[in-house]
């Protein structure tokens, strides 16, 4: 509302209007415009930083309290401080942490959310999506598209605690859940391992494959390997000065993101490199694969450490200082931004 003076007794006429027309569900736009059209994006969320030694043991307590096959999904979900009770890290994005005992399986299911997974501790265990069995190794970047049967199990002899990052908020705002679960728990083996790999994350496609329109990436795993050669191989390069060394992940058969609601990336970050001050749209949460350092965000100082989770709000403020040599995963709904026109970044 501009501002204008106005009579104390047309204040009050005023405020018994606003009573009278409440109850029938009536608003005056004018008295929160200001709050709905701002300048420029003024979140509600908060930063946080999760210290994975610290969310380990609640996580490996869940695992002798409840069994995956009651859970569902055992998982803890990272709720951020501001956005209590939403199961939500940011207003679109979703993160947890998985924990699948050796032995244990998580049952096939599939829904119209869609998933991540990032494995950060023990080796063994596998994701199935559409009829392929993946076994994570630390670091490696799983999806479970859209619509996609998924189920996981561990036949290994280590616990297996990975993040899922989903698009669940985002999903949720549309009205548009859709789920099913299987008849059987764990999906037959369509087809060996490495298949999709092979056919589409090799700098070819098959010979007749046509992405549909909005398609996510045919391929199922993105080996950390493979991105943290990548990284080190262009570090003979100038490191750009807001982002360090950062790639995108991308649908290899469009040079899209990897899903349609969902982008993410790699980074590296030099011993001693300081980020320049940078901000996006897209509030984004961030994952420490090796290294360590500090990350500023609107002037608040969070310490990280290995396989420590920070979330980083829409057009907050970031700064990195790494203080090792040290390697960043992050994810954010980034591609639905862009795809309707609404993204943007400041660099100072
Ligand atoms: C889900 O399907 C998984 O498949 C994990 O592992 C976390 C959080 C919300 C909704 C669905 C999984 C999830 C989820």
Not at 48 to 65: D, F
Not at 105 to 131: F, I, N
Request: with cysteine; charged share 25%.
């Amino acid at each position: 509302m501009r501002d204008h003076t106005i009579e104390p007794a047309q204040v009050q006429a005023r405020r018994e209007y606003y009573d009278r027309i409440d109850k029938q569900n009536l608003t005056p736009l004018w008295e929160v415009l200001d709050r709905l059209v701002t300048p420029e994006p003024v979140s509600p969320v908060v930063p946080a930083l999760w210290r994975y030694a610290e969310v380990r043991e609640p996580l490996m307590e869940a695992g002798r309290l409840i069994s995956a096959a009651e859970a569902e999904r055992r998982v803890l979900i990272l709720e951020n401080p501001a956005l209590r009770g939403r199961s939500a890290i940011t207003q679109t994005m979703y993160a947890g942490l998985q924990l699948i005992m050796p032995g244990e399986v998580a049952a096939a299911h599939r829904h119209t959310q869609s998933a991540l997974r990032l494995l950060l501790e023990g080796e063994g265990a596998y994701t199935a999506v559409d009829g392929e069995r993946t076994t994570m190794r630390r670091g490696d970047f799983i999806l479970t598209p859209a619509w996609t049967w998924h189920d996981h199990g561990n036949p290994g002899i280590q616990p297996a605690i990975w993040l899922d990052g989903l698009d669940v908020p985002l999903v949720r705002t549309l009205d548009a859940s859709f789920s099913e679960r299987s008849s059987v728990a764990a999906q037959l083996q369509a087809k060996p391992e490495g298949d999709a790999l092979k056919r589409y994350g090799a700098n070819m496609l098959p010979i007749d494959y046509q992405p549909a329109a909005v398609s996510p990436s045919p391929v199922f795993v993105y080996p950390y390997e493979r991105a943290r050669e990548s990284l080190l191989g262009i570090a003979h390069g100038e490191p750009d000065s807001h982002l360090g060394f950062k790639l995108r992940y991308v649908n290899p058969a469009t040079g899209g993101s990897p899903m349609p609601t969902i982008g993410a990336y790699a980074q590296r970050l030099p011993d001693g490199f300081e980020t320049r001050p940078y901000r996006c749209t897209d509030g984004t949460v961030y994952v420490c694969l090796e290294g360590s350092g500090e990350a500023e965000i609107d002037g608040e100082l969070l310490r990280f450490g290995t396989n420590d989770i920070f979330v980083v709000p829409s057009w907050n403020v970031l700064r990195i200082h790494a203080t090792s040599d040290t390697h960043l995963f992050s994810f954010s709904d980034r591609p639905v931004h862009q795809a309707l026109g609404l993204w943007r970044e400041a660099r100072e």
